[in-house]
């Protein structure tokens, strides 16, 4: 099934064939007259969806003749003069349907199906054929928004800021844009800077010679060269130590990057996309994130919106990990009607990555084919949840709970459960003294600098638990 799309705004083809293609059709884009016509007289197609204004030249003009030329393919205007005079225009020529722009996706989807079939053609089995090209599921407005960001950017090497909520997809998008982009013969490389300690964060940066400190035993190249002639993503860019944040600062201005311990300057050419769950406004008040390396970082911003803002979105990302699922040999399964329902309602303060281990652990224990209200209900009484609704039964839980819900890198495990471990501790004690750090550290049996370090680090606001008269 073969759709000829004729659009020149890059944003929306990429939309639509995206969509498009969830429904099981093979999309041809193009974005002009010339180009549209030449692809008509080489191949056949199932439907002609076409925009009005395209590179060189009206639309609609030729289509009278196409019409007589392939009676049997019907055409899709698409339109962002939404005048009554384009919509005339468009149905005179016999037009199959008129949108005016912004359209509904699914609705185009639907009724470009609706006419492949009017027209006799076959479909594919639709939904089972991940779209390829675009890793990241959702049509709702929001994601239509982020879709349109990142079309901007793929042609540029512009820095890009991907702010959002934990598990909302920021990982995903830094490496569509890599994917999709002018970059993407070169590597894709991925640091997360909160998960390395910090003495350890610019020589992961920036790499090390030999001997540079003790331990290091060889030269070792850092992150920044590795991703030469490709992309580098910052993640947790708001947890980077302010030292480490002007010698990238540094980096990002010059070009170049120094080696711990070395003398010369190397130079990089890497697309810089930082991502972070933290506000980093209230964090440049406060001295913690350097404001000229926000504003170097921050040139085009990509807000993802939380899972519960695009409810639209939530069965058919289900479906997709349920598909994931398959794929990585867990049970093969359906979701029924009122099990997406269901699932829409929930509010997934963990976004998308609750969701998905969610339907992990839905496909794992599911007994039936269908997975339905009914199956969900159960396994979500039993979900996890946050830290911050009521206490868990008791630590042994806690702990499971944590290792089956976050993924610690290899030899972090230790770290991050501490550190998991002390946000809470710290948190209750500091509530019990009114914010009196003093007094928390007694009642902790640690020395008073040791607990103002490690809540700094964890980025506890001690004066939040100071008690209001
Ligand atoms: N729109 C999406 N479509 C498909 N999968 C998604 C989408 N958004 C997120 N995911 C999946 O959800 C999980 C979490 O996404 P990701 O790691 O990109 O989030 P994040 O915002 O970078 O999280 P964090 O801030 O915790 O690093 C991943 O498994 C990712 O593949």
Known sequence: MSVLLVEDDMSIAIVITAALEAEGFSVTHCDSVAMRDRLLADSAFSVLVTDVMLTDGDGIAGLPGIRESFPKMPIIVLSAQNTLDTAVRATDTGAF???PKPFDIDELARTVRQAAMSSGAEMSDAQDTPTPGLPLVGRSAPMQAVYRMITRVLRNDLTVLVLGESGTGKE????????LGHRSAGPFVAVNTAAIPAELIESELFGHEKGAFTGAVARHIGKFEQANGGTLFLDEIGDMP????????RALQSGTVRRVGGRDEVKVDVRIIAATNKDLEPMI???????DLYYRLNVVPIQMPPLRERADDIEALARHFLQLAAGEGLPRHQLSADGAELL???????????????IYRAALLARDDIIDAATLDTLLVSQPRDATEGSPANLDDSVIRWLADTAPGAGQVYDEALAAFERPLFSQVLRSTGGN???????????????????SELDIDPDSFARRN
């Open 285 to 291: 008040a406060a001295g913690t994130f350097r404001e």
């Open 97 to 99: 349907e008129y949108f």
């Open 344 to 358: 829409s309602r929930q509010p997934w303060r963990g976004n998308v990555r609750e969701l998905r281990n969610f």
């Open 437 to 455: 750090q003093l007094r928390a550290a007694q009642i902790l049996g640690i020395n008073r600098n040791t607990l103002r370090k490690r809540i």
């Open 242 to 249: 302010m030292q480490a944040q002007t010698r990238l600062l």
């Open 172 to 179: 995903l998008v830094a490496e569509a844009i890599h994917q």
